[in-house]
């Protein structure tokens, strides 16, 4: 691989952000470790500020599209999306249940944000009130999402749409550039505390689990497609395979989406419903991210002695799954806009954000990987439901999803 390709990559630079915030937690000043420990605070904050502000102008136009796009098609295929990313997460929560009692259990007191009094405190601190609480986000884009698949206004609907795409440039070029220096922070001070080799070590079992669960989860999607649509689900997962190992490592859903189209062909789809179903999900169904975000994230809670009780983790899968139809096409994305639900729902810390970011870029492509792959059984079973055959006109809109030239450039290679 090319090393400027490799270079850029983000997975490349949290990577490296973490060897040297271990390498240098041995002999690192305290004074040089308290600048990165001021910038994490600095960049914690503007986190919790932004997060409300990312989740109404994610969230408000994906939900009012769904009046303005394909009309049935796009709301079946994204309660599809959405579905399979909650099946996802309530299986994730039923084997951290299950099984993090004896995988972890030598690490259940494992503090992550052990942090003695009077060291390495940040010298300055700058609070950053957010503009509105993370629910009052979440409903306010409910409420005016939904208000606006019946008041029919492009100016509205063009000004949520614009908001949409400051937001992902601010994600894209401020805070995914600034992701490996808040990685190498928190590194920098879990290893000056002494609970880094722990921390690591059960890290390192859930990361495994993570890609284990995810073929686990693609044989189900498969399965119940398959039932589903009368076919062969191991034939078809086998037929997808080229489109795992190809977001893989690529790490991208979108730059998979022509070999995934061509995947779904094999499998018997229809021209028009895989032009449509796959660019579609390859932005909203994320179930393999869902997957990712909630071993991980229970993990840390079991680490922590934080409580796991049902009520709490449906509550927020529920929440995450509408996140993860919404989330924004860019590397981290989903774990970014995770974000707010991760410190509102189950009461992360900065700290905790922190080492969920890292543990869910170092397995960003298997999660990418699943999700494509599982877009493959969506389109199996909308082609069912369709009959093979969406019609063109009922795709009127699509420039609203961002659709029309990846569909475009998808017919002509056909």
């Known amino acids: 691989m090319d090393f ?61 599209g769904l009046g303005r796009g394909a009309g049935k098609w796009l709301a079946i295929t994204t309660g599809i999306a959405y579905g399979s990313a909650l099946v996802s997460g309530l299986i994730a929560w039923g084997v951290a249940t299950a099984l993090y009692p004896t995988l972890l259990a030598g690490h259940a007191k494992v503090t992550v944000s052990d942090i003695e009094e009077g060291a390495l405190q940040p010298f300055i ?23 606006m698949t019946s008041v029919k206004s492009d100016t509205l609907y063009g000004g949520v749409a614009d908001l949409r795409r400051v937001v992902m440039k601010v994600i894209s070029s401020f805070i995914v550039p600034l992701l490996p ?71 991208s859903s979108a730059a998979t989406i022509p070999l995934t189209y061509e995947c779904a062909r094999k499998n018997g789809i229809s021209k028009s419903v895989a032009g449509f179903v796959i660019p579609l999900c390859a932005t909203i169904h994320l179930s393999g991210s869902m997957m990712k975000i909630t071993l991980f994230a229970f993990a840390i809670m079991f680490m922590d002695g934080m409580d796991i009780p049902l009520g709490t983790a449906v509550g927020f899968i529920l929440m995450l799954g509408v996140t993860m139809v919404a989330a924004p096409g860019v590397p981290g994305g989903a774990i970014m806009a995770a974000v707010g639900l991760l410190s509102s729902s189950l009461g992360f810390n ?11 870029i170092a397995i960003d492509s298997f999660g990418t990987a699943c999700n494509v792959t599982g877009d493959g059984a969506i389109a ?35």
Do not use: H, W
């Open 4 to 64: 400027k390709r490799l270079s850029s990559s983000l997975l490349f630079r949290i990577v490296v952000a973490i060897i040297l915030g271990i390498v240098c937690s041995f002999f690192f000043p305290v004074p040089l470790a308290r600048v990165f420990v001021t910038f994490n605070g600095l960049f914690g904050n503007f986190l919790s500020f932004f997060v409300p502000v990312l989740i109404f102008a994610l969230i408000t136009p994906a939900i009012a």
């Open 125 to 147: 601190k700058v609070d950053m009130p957010a503009p509105m609480e993370v629910m009052t986000a979440l409903i306010l884009a409910f409420v005016v999402g939904v208000a």
């Open 181 to 251: 220096i808040y990685i190498f922070g928190m590194f920098l001070s879990l290893g000056m505390n002494g609970n880094l080799v722990d921390t690591l070590s059960a890290f390192a079992k859930v990361l495994v689990l993570a890609i284990c669960m995810s073929f686990v989860l693609l044989l189900l999607q498969f399965t119940a497609a398959g039932s589903i649509a009368g076919k062969n689900p191991l034939r078809a997962l086998k037929n997808m395979m080229p489109a795992y190992f190809t977001a893989l490592g690529t790490s």
């Open 350 to 360: 900065d700290d905790q954000v922190a080492l969920m970011i890292a543990a869910y």
């Open 380 to 414: 199996m079973v909308v082609d069912k439901f369709a009959k093979g055959n969406i019609e063109r006109s009922e795709l009127d809109d699509e420039d609203d999803l961002g659709l029309a030239a990846a569909i475009s450039g998808l017919d002509e290679q056909d």
